[in-house]
C-alpha cells in the first residue's frame, strides 16, 4: 500500500474483476478502513525489504515462551 501523499486506496473483487478495472474502494468506505487497519497491524511487526531482523530489537516474549 502506497501512502504517497494524494494517492487514493484501490479495492477490488478479483472474482468478479481480476483485470483491475472496478476500483470499489468509493463504494466500499468501511471495507477499505477494515483493511488499511489490519494492513497497518501487519506492518507494525514487518521488517522492510533488504533487512535483517537481527538489526532489529527483539520483542519481548511472555512468560513460559
Do not use: T, W
Not at 13 to 29: G, M, R, V, W
Amino acid at each position: 500500500a502506497d501512502k504517497s501523499p494524494g494517492k487514493q486506496p484501490e479495492l477490488y473483487n478479483l472474482a468478479n474483476d481480476i483485470s483491475e478495472k472496478h476500483n470499489l474502494a468509493a463504494s466500499e468506505p468501511e471495507k477499505v478502513k477494515q483493511l488499511s487497519a489490519r494492513l497497518a497491524e501487519f506492518l507494525k511487526g514487518a521488517v522492510p525489504m533488504g533487512g535483517n531482523s537481527n538489526d532489529y530489537p527483539a520483542k519481548k516474549k511472555g512468560k513460559g515462551k
